[in-house]
Structures are given as C-alpha cells and as structure tokens.
C-alpha cells in the first residue's frame, strides 16, 4: 500500500470527526429552512460518493476488460465492491433526501426529477447483482458484470447531470450550475467540502477492507485448493 | 463481412421463420394486452398521457418477449460455438443487432396500428408519431442486443432480461412517452429535441455495445 492511499484511507478519522462537529456547532443554519438545512451537509456526501463509486466500479471494470495478461488481480470482484458499497450509499442518499423532503416539502416522495435519477441508477445497480447471481458458477462471470458495468457507468451522467436539468426539479440550483456561482455561506461552503472529503474517505476505508477481506479469502481459497 | 453479415442475418430469419416462435409470442402478446385492454376500459377516454404510457408498456414488453431470442436460441441449440468458429465477432453483432431492429420494426408495425384502432385514438402529428415509435424502437433494439447476449450466457433466464433491460431503457421509455402525448395531443413543437435524442441514444448505446460484444462473445 503507497503512503498516498494510507494517508487517504487514516485521514478519514481526522475528517469525518470534524465534518461532524463542522456540520453541527461551525456551519450556520439556512436562513428558511433553519437547522433542518443541516442534513445538507450528509445528504450531498452521500450522493456524491454514491456516484464515484459507480464511476470507479465502471473505470476498474474496463481495466479488467483491457487487462489481457491479468497482470492485476481480481479487478472484476473490486469494481463489485465498489458497485456494493455506491448502492449502499446512494441507498442511504435516498433514506436521508426523503427526510429532508418531508421537511422541506411536506412528502417523503415527490417524484421530482432528481429523486426519479437516484431510483433509477438503483434498478440498474440492483439488476447489475442480479445478473451476477444469475452467472453463479459460470467461468465468464467477471467478463459478463463488468460489460454490464460499463454500461451502466455511460448510463450515469444522464441520470446525475441531464434529466436534472431538462426537466423542471425541486431541488434548488446545483453547485455545477448555468450562472457558474455557488449560491452557499462561506462557512456552509467550507463544511460541505470537509464532509465530501471526509465521506470521500470513508469509502475509500470500506473499499480498502473490502479489499483486503477479498485478499484474505483468495489466499484461503487457494490453500485449500493447494490441499 | 458483409456477405457474412447478410448470411448470418439470412440464417437468422429462416430459423426463426421455420418456428415463428419468438414472432408468435410478441405478438400474441401486444394483441392481447390492447384487446384486454380495450375490453376492460369498455370505451373510457384516456388522456394522451396514459394513453402513450400503454402503447409504450406494451411495446416494452412485446419486445421483451422476443428479443432475447436472438441469443438466448443459439445457446440452446448449441449453435453458438459453432458460430464463434465460423463467423467473425463483428459481423455476429451487426447481424444480430440488424435482426433486432427488423424484428423491432415488425412489433412497432403491429402494435401501433392495433392499439390506435381499438383504443379509438386520434392522432394530431401522425408524421412526429410514426417518427417516434421508429425512433423509439431503434432505442429498445439498440440497447437489448448486447443485453441479450449477456442473459444468453446466464442461462437465458426471460425474467432477467426484463430486470436488466428495463432500467437502461427508462430514459428512453421516458422520453418517447412524453414524446408520443406531444404527437398524440398536437402540442410538440417542431423543434422538438426527443427524436434527437432518441437517435443520439441508439447512435451512443450501439457504439459501447459494439464494443464490448466481442468480451462477451468470445469465451477464453
């Protein structure tokens, strides 16, 4: 393991600490929706981990294609990981935008384009696990997942950048938006950025032991067969 | 490879033609889902939206119903080994993905007409419909291929197909629904942006598809 990744993978126990304490004691409360506005600094994290997940799920699984020699090990069951841990997050990005929806507008489910993505990008992860059950056994598993992978990661930027923006949305003007200004407190700005990191870094630890359990197991798998 | 291409694609239909199954069963069941359909709304005015969301679940599912076959046929008769020897990867998938299209485009010619005439619908743009559902079907066609190639290798199971078919194809089931009301109602304007996109759609899904195909094609 390079110094980079350790000092990714330990920082998160400095970050998620204080993108909490940020989040709760720093951060000022919005002038409207008061301290329920504070979900903001959960609710984006989520999403926004949610999505590189995926992405990085789709990236290892074209490496995996590409990799003739397999000169890398177990690409196709890493993406998997990832692909786990982005439904888990984007799973908990919809429990905790539902809240915030009941809050804000008075109805957990409001159909709102931007909900409708996250539903979406769901299905195809869903049925991405069950193809891979379905292939149980089957020698072209890894191959077969990782090109339903792809996919699904050329699939995602009409989900999270296009439908929110074609068709008329709830949510209030993105951070990647038309007049290029973030429309956030400075000290809202700033705890936003710590918790993306901070969640950044909490899946880079669950991908890293995910890992690393995966290692575990090949080399018991191996012994046995070895026996 | 074109000669191979047009063989392959030749040998698909007679085969299918020999047995019409996969033909048979889409159809029967766009036919029955519009006569059922008629008979239980017994003459009930549908607005244009729920009107284009059923045209589109029928025609989502007669095509789930068919084509898969493509694949899912060469795996149980056990053909597609031989295939692999003798046929290129390139010219396996246009003629199959060529196939689907055709095969599409016969659903499309079925259903359409059948569900205007027993659902009594009048049509305002026949030109921006009859565009759409091509467009539309291009889109299905396009994106179920290399997923049919896929569920083959799982063991050809119908309901996998469906499940991972259908969250690919929400947007465009999504836009050709909304595109179909603007048809059926005469609100579309002329600059409308769907048919771009459902063309853009089919462009980009058969390039990816193109290209991973030879990874699930051929076992190593």
């Not at chain 1, 507008?105 to 709102?112: H, K, L, P, R, T």
């Not at chain 1, 709830?170 to 407190?185: E, F, G, S, V």
């Not at chain 2, 609100?187 to 942006?193: G, I, M, N, T, V």
């Given at each position: 393991m390079t110094i980079l990744t350790r000092g990714v993978i330990k920082s998160f126990y400095i970050l998620m600490p204080l993108a909490i304490i940020m989040a709760f004691l720093w951060a000022p409360s919005a002038a409207v929706l008061g301290d329920f506005s504070r979900i903001i600094y959960f609710h984006v994290p989520l999403a926004w981990v949610s999505v590189l997940a995926f992405l990085v799920s789709g990236v290892l699984s074209v490496a995996y294609l590409m990799d003739k020699k397999k000169r890398y090990r177990w690409l196709d069951e890493k993406s998997y990981n990832s692909a786990s841990i982005g439904l888990a997050f984007a799973i908990l990005t919809v429990i905790t935008g539902s809240l915030w929806a009941k809050l804000t507008?008075?109805?957990?489910?409001?159909?709102?384009p931007r909900e409708t993505s996250v539903v979406l990008i769901l299905l195809i992860y869903i049925a991405y696990f069950s193809l891979r059950s379905g292939l149980s056994g089957n020698e072209q598993r890894g191959v077969i997942g990782s090109s339903y992978l792809i996919l699904a990661m050329i699939m995602l930027p009409f989900f999270v950048f296009l439908a929110p923006r074609i068709y008329d949305s709830?949510?209030?003007?993105?951070?990647?938006?038309?007049?290029?200004?973030?429309?956030?407190?400075g000290r809202m700005r700033m705890t936003l950025l710590v918790s993306v990191l901070a969640f950044s870094s909490l899946y880079a630890y669950i991908f890293h032991l995910m890992n690393r359990m995966l290692s575990v197991k090949k080399a018991t798998e191996d012994l046995h067969a070895g026996d | 490879m074109g000669e191979e291409i047009l063989r392959n694609l030749r040998k698909d239909f007679l085969v299918e033609f020999r047995s019409r199954f996969a033909l048979n069963v889409s159809i029967a069941f766009a036919v029955i889902a519009t006569v059922s359909l008629s008979l239980t709304a017994g003459g009930t005015p549908f607005s244009p939206l729920v009107q284009s969301i059923l045209l589109w679940i029928i025609i989502f599912f007669s095509a789930m119903n068919g084509l898969s076959h493509i694949f899912v046929r060469e795996e149980d008769q056990a053909t597609s080994l031989f295939l692999r020897i003798t046929v290129s990867v390139d010219s396996v998938f246009i003629s199959k993905f060529l196939y689907n299209q055709i095969f599409m485009m016969i659903i499309i010619a079925v259903v359409t007409p059948l569900f205007l005439f027993f659902l009594q619908i009048h049509v305002a743009l026949i030109c921006y419909f009859i565009c759409t559902a091509i467009a539309g079907g291009m889109a299905i066609a396009s994106c179920t291929t290399i997923v049919a190639a896929m569920v083959a290798k799982a063991g050809g199971r119908g309901s996998l197909f469906s499940i991972l078919s259908f969250p690919l194809l929400l947007p465009v089931l999504w836009v050709s629904i909304s595109s179909t009301r603007g048809a059926l109602d005469g609100?579309?304007?002329?600059?409308?942006?769907s048919l771009v996109f459902l063309l853009a759609f089919s462009g980009f899904i058969s390039a990816i598809s193109f290209l991973l195909f030879r990874f699930v094609w051929i076992e190593e």
């Open positions: 507008w008075g109805s957990f489910w409001n159909w709102d709830l949510h209030p003007a993105t951070i990647i938006n038309a007049d290029k200004r973030i429309y956030l407190d | 609100s579309s304007p002329a600059e409308d942006a």
